[in-house]
């Protein structure tokens, strides 16, 4: 057995976790009132080191939906229960969350592999602090794991600087200029807003979004917002609407398709040269660590078609809007449920 996983306290759990995010805890605390103990039956691992996702964020990003909607339970959200948390309380709240049901997550672990131990009830979880046998394997990396950029990125070529949205910071961090953001998210709207007391904004936009109440976040970005096939479909905007934007001085510009050096194409074929390019295209799931012929059960959402190996908080594999914090509740107490389950 490696030092190393030994010294974590990975060996002979009857679980492993991977991901200390939203998912992680709400899959975490549904065990621990199923009467499983964290560090003795069940353990988290997590890839970054100590510091979550919502910690990087960009400092003025508050979350979508209200604090009523964004605990996990029995654990509140204090103060305002209608107010739009900020991501440091959010990632403050996470980790009085893990003090309140005992969990300590192994950080700086990360999972690259699981394969079926022969014809066993055992898996084998490959990770770089070493292999691991366990009898449950819980994927919960996120939906949104990993920054997706298009590949017309690498034709670019501008004089100030390229980033995603998961890089940005505040303003000071884009050079002066123009600056052309790409994708009209609520995070390219929200990024639009923000950078334009200080630069020239174009929003480059690929579908119309329809504005919709902030209040209405938790179930509009869930069952009517995605198919169960892990589609994404086009969220609306919680935030500023489009025609606000362009009243205050954003530029409204059709979807960037390509780029050519320093000049970014649009859709309808004209040339933008924007001195600084932000893309707010999203994410991928953190699910690459998978085999490629996992699939969903059929009819048990949260298990996978190889035994012992669940997920929470992706909705390709479970309940639409399970990566959202009111939906991955859900994803949690059947995951918990079938690993209690499993003889």
Not at 144 to 165: E, K, Q, Y
Request: net charge positive; hydrophobic share 40%; glycine share 10%.
């Amino acid at each position: 057995m490696n030092a190393r996983v030994e010294k974590l306290g990975l060996s002979h759990r009857r679980a492993i976790i991977v991901g200390a995010g939203q998912a992680g805890l709400a899959v975490s605390a549904e065990l621990v009132l199923r009467g499983l103990v964290p560090q003795r039956d069940f353990v988290v691992i997590d890839r970054a080191p100590r510091i979550r996702s919502w910690a990087s964020r960009w400092h003025s990003l508050r979350l979508l939906s209200e604090a009523r909607h964004s605990a996990l339970p029995p654990f509140p959200f204090p103060g305002d229960p209608r107010r739009h948390p900020r991501v440091d309380e959010m990632a403050s709240y996470l980790a009085a969350f893990e003090k309140h049901i005992g969990l300590i997550p192994r950080w700086g672990v990360k999972a690259i592999e699981v394969r079926r131990v022969g014809n066993s009830t055992t898996l084998e979880l490959r990770t770089d602090a070493g292999d691991v046998q366990t009898r449950n394997v819980v994927c919960a990396t996120g939906a949104h794991a990993r920054p997706h950029m298009p590949a017309w990125v690498a034709d670019l070529t501008v004089p100030g600087t390229v980033l995603h949205s998961s890089q940005y910071q505040y303003p000071r961090q884009i050079p002066a200029g123009d600056v052309l953001i790409v994708g009209g998210g609520n995070a390219g709207v929200q990024l639009a807003r923000e950078l334009l007391a200080s630069h020239r904004v174009t929003l480059a936009t690929r579908t119309p979004r329809r504005r919709r109440p902030a209040a209405a976040y938790p179930t509009m970005s869930g069952d009517r917002q995605r198919r169960f096939t892990g589609e994404q479909v086009p969220e609306p905007l919680f935030t500023d609407s489009y025609a606000e934007l362009r009243e205050a001085g954003v530029d409204i510009a059709p979807a960037a398709v390509g780029a050519i050096g320093a000049e970014v194409v649009l859709s309808d074929g004209r040339q933008l040269g924007p001195t600084s390019v932000v893309f707010a295209t999203g994410y991928r799931p953190g699910d690459d660590w998978l085999p490629d012929d996992v699939r969903p059960h059929p009819r048990k959402r949260g298990r996978t078609s190889m035994p012992g190996l669940f997920t929470a908080g992706l909705p390709r594999y479970g309940y639409p809007g399970g990566d959202t914090i009111q939906g991955v509740l859900r994803d949690a107490a059947r995951v918990a449920r079938h690993i209690i389950q499993r003889p």
